[in-house]
């Protein structure tokens, strides 16, 4: 469930952005909210960076469990929090925490769910779990498309979150992390052995594969709300339009992490990620080439978007834990899911710039799409972890 909430928290900015913005700023002008948008996406994106980090780190000292609960509680008060924002800048700050947060349940999360699953069926375990944030994205959608005022939005996103930490409250510990902790003696930095000769292959690989999911997600399609709003006269809210489409992407999603562990047991989990990320790509190039209005043909295009980012996204998610044993796993986890969104947060910041340059979002997207190429070229170099299980 708190995965859900993570892709529901994760999505309502991309959502309300053109409404929340224009309400602080006291503007209509598309590139001055094209611009504050990309700022505000880019706090957002260096705390989810930033949390991964710590709370991977925290949560190889400290457990698994710990560090979920203290990672749910920060982006639960941080979303309801950036519903009384009065500045465009108080609501970067609430995102940047809200972003801490999400990061590091997401590290806490999956390594953990990856450690106490018999192993058998862990890899579809793992896809479902991330179809529970896919379906926080279908939720989302359907959230904004009824609910047209962008503060009550970030209400509704902390209340169901702060249930989770009851839930949390009743999780033992991972046995695997306990058994790590005991045999363990050596003290070195959990991030300087994540990047020793040992593991430095596996880690630069992991990173700059999901760097390009990274890029390709969030400087392309969490901006599909704002590219599709950019169709209708200024003065038109468009919830109904964008909530519509996000409910499309989000059920697709959920479908292709539900694959995703099917996929990668049958072929491998290279294939499945190279299959995937191309996907990704051509699926952007149809999108994105094709309308110059609007139309209901982009929401079956953003749906086949969608199936491909949810395959994407859960096959990472089964794959790097597979790459590290268990002492660094959640350090080394957080370091490949977050070592690309510092260059994500970059290419954010400047997409309005982009799409000024580019005229238009759907031009300046499909430049930003282009980095799904980059996981299809990597994962050629990829270990294959079908079938040989967690490395302790």
């Not at 953990?112 to 793992?126: G, N, Q």
């Not at 839930?167 to 020793?196: A, N, Y």
Request: charged share 15%; glycine share 12%.
């Amino acid at each position: 469930r708190s995965g859900m909430f993570d892709g529901m928290d994760s999505t309502f900015m991309s959502a309300v952005q053109p409404k929340a913005i224009e309400e602080l700023l006291h503007t209509t002008q598309r590139d001055v909210i094209s611009h504050y948008g990309g700022i505000i996406s880019s706090f957002f994106l260096f705390g989810w960076m930033a949390g991964g980090v710590i709370f991977g780190m925290m949560g190889d000292k400290l457990g698994r469990v710990r560090s979920m609960v203290f990672s749910i509680l920060i982006y639960a008060i941080f979303t309801g929090l950036a519903g009384v924002s009065q500045e465009w800048w108080h609501l970067a700050i609430f995102r940047f925490l809200t972003g801490l947060g999400i990061g590091g349940e997401l590290v806490s999360i999956t390594t953990f769910l990856s450690e106490v699953w018999v192993e058998r069926s862990r890899a579809i375990a793992i896809g479902i779990l991330i179809t529970s944030y896919q379906a926080g994205v279908l939720i989302a959608g359907l959230i904004t498309r009824e609910v047209d005022y962008w503060r009550y939005v970030f209400y509704l996103g902390a209340v169901p979150a702060l249930l989770t930490i009851l839930l949390r409250m009743t999780l033992k510990e991972s046995d695997k992390w306990k058994e790590s902790v005991q045999t363990s003696h050596e003290d070195i930095s959990l991030l300087g052995e994540v990047l020793s000769p040992q593991h430095r292959r596996n880690a630069i690989i992991g990173a700059l594969a999901f760097g390009g999911l990274l890029i390709g997600y969030w400087a392309s399609l969490s901006w599909i709300p704002q590219w599709i709003q950019s169709f209708f006269p200024v003065g038109y809210k468009g919830n109904i339009e964008r909530g519509t489409a996000l409910f499309w992407q989000g059920l697709l999603a959920v479908v292709g992490c539900a694959s995703a562990g099917v996929f990668s047991d049958k072929i491998g989990r290279t294939k499945t990620i190279i299959f995937s990320y191309a996907g990704c790509f051509l699926a952007s190039y149809l999108l994105f080439t094709t309308n110059t209005s609007f139309n209901e043909n982009i929401y079956w295009q953003v749906a086949l978007l969608g199936y491909f980012i949810g395959l994407a996204q859960a096959i990472m998610y089964i794959y790097l834990p597979e790459l590290f044993p268990t002492r660094i796993r959640a350090t080394a986890v957080g370091f490949c899911l977050n070592a690309g969104r510092f260059a994500t947060a970059v290419s954010v910041l400047f997409v309005g710039t982009i799409v000024t340059q580019f005229g238009g979002y759907g031009s300046a997207a499909m430049f930003f799409a282009s980095s799904y190429l980059i996981a299809v070229i990597v994962a050629f170099f990829g270990k294959e972890t079908r079938g040989l299980g967690l490395p302790s």
